[in-house]
């Protein structure tokens, strides 16, 4: 398969993905505004995908500015955005509400592929760090995970300040999982699979097949290299905290959020991994 033609195959496979989870969202009672938001995000997300799956792994001086860029847009919320049953984990954004650590992680996570020194393994903790503060579970399980992963398959697995990171991370994920999510549970959001299976049979099967079609791509681009394989992690924590906890769903329930991050890990996850075009 060329490259090419891997890409669309990809955009197919996520349309697919977004339009029955749109479908499910509005089974499951999501309002109008919502399901626009979240198509409007998908729009975005796509062009990401494009832009990003061209994107050529920067220099050592730049991951470290775009990763400092980062973590002060992940951690934006604790200082700028409102608080909600004691997170804070959304910027308000004129009529809609983003978090910023669901567009930002895949990028960290990718970043932290491309270099191993104590500096990334500094900044993927301390990225860690503020998602403990926004009690997010759930992304902090992604982003061991992914650590993990990249560990598994990186040249630093025999270094200690990547060991230490890790568990630094897993130390802060147990801590976050320790206090439970006080935020309200909406049906199109959090719990979506089993709620979408108690809605009917047809509600359930879109939403399991949805659930599929996100890590899929993911998991196939895996064998590709460590980023992808981080980026597979990642969401494979998001969905499985989904299932256990308060959390959402990506793709398949509403946040746009989500799935404009989702859609740029596919890309970022399909970039080059040499300095160079290739061939």
């Given at each position: 398969?060329?490259?090419?033609?891997?890409?669309?195959?990809?955009?197919?496979?996520?349309s697919?993905?977004?339009?029955?989870?749109?479908?499910?969202?509005h089974?499951?009672?999501?309002?109008?505004?919502?399901?626009?938001?979240?198509?409007?995000g998908?729009?975005?997300?796509?062009?990401?995908?494009f832009?990003?799956?061209?994107?050529?792994?920067?220099?050592?001086?730049?991951?470290?500015?775009?990763?400092?860029?980062?973590?002060?847009?992940?951690a934006?919320?604790l200082?700028?955005?409102?608080e909600?049953a004691?997170?804070?984990?959304?910027?308000p954004?004129?009529?809609?509400?983003?978090?910023?650590?669901m567009?930002l992680l895949?990028?960290?996570?990718?970043?932290?592929?491309?270099?191993s020194?104590?500096?990334?393994?500094?900044?993927?903790?301390?990225?860690?760090?503020?998602?403990?503060?926004?009690?997010?579970?759930?992304?902090?399980?992604?982003?061991?995970?992914?650590?993990l992963?990249?560990?598994?398959?990186?040249?630093?697995?025999?270094e200690?300040?990547?060991?230490?990171?890790?568990?630094?991370?897993?130390?802060?994920?147990?801590?976050?999982?320790?206090?439970p999510?006080?935020?309200p549970?909406?049906?199109?959001?959090?719990?979506?699979?089993?709620?979408?299976?108690?809605?009917?049979l047809?509600?359930g099967?879109?939403?399991?097949l949805?659930?599929?079609?996100v890590?899929?791509?993911?998991?196939?681009?895996?064998?590709?290299?460590?980023?992808?394989?981080?980026?597979?992690?990642?969401?494979?924590?998001?969905?499985?905290?989904?299932l256990?906890?308060?959390?959402?769903?990506p793709?398949v329930?509403?946040?746009?959020s989500?799935?404009?991050?989702?859609?740029?890990?596919?890309?970022?996850?399909?970039?080059?991994?040499?300095?160079?075009?290739?061939?």
């Amino acid at each position: 398969m060329t490259l090419e033609r891997g890409r669309w195959t990809i955009s197919i496979v996520a349309s697919v993905a977004v339009c029955l989870g749109l479908a499910v969202q509005h089974q499951l009672g999501a309002p109008a505004s919502g399901l626009m938001v979240q198509a409007a995000g998908a729009c975005l997300g796509a062009i990401l995908f494009f832009l990003l799956s061209h994107a050529h792994p920067p220099q050592r001086a730049a991951v470290v500015v775009i990763g400092l860029v980062s973590l002060i847009g992940v951690a934006s919320p604790l200082a700028f955005g409102p608080e909600s049953a004691g997170a804070r984990r959304w910027l308000p954004l004129g009529p809609v509400s983003v978090q910023p650590s669901m567009v930002l992680l895949p990028l960290v996570i990718w970043l932290s592929a491309r270099q191993s020194s104590w500096a990334i393994s500094l900044l993927v903790l301390a990225t860690g760090g503020v998602l403990a503060l926004q009690f997010d579970a759930a992304a902090l399980s992604g982003l061991a995970l992914a650590w993990l992963a990249s560990l598994a398959r990186s040249a630093r697995r025999g270094e200690a300040h990547a060991w230490g990171a890790a568990v630094g991370l897993f130390i802060l994920t147990a801590w976050a999982w320790m206090r439970p999510d006080a935020l309200p549970s909406v049906a199109w959001v959090e719990q979506v699979l089993p709620n979408a299976w108690g809605h009917g049979l047809w509600t359930g099967a879109m939403a399991t097949l949805a659930v599929i079609l996100v890590l899929a791509p993911l998991v196939l681009l895996a064998r590709g290299g460590q980023a992808a394989l981080g980026l597979a992690a990642f969401y494979a924590g998001l969905v499985g905290a989904a299932l256990v906890g308060n959390y959402p769903l990506p793709v398949v329930g509403l946040g746009a959020s989500l799935v404009v991050g989702w859609l740029m890990a596919l890309g970022l996850a399909r970039a080059p991994t040499r300095s160079s075009p290739p061939p």
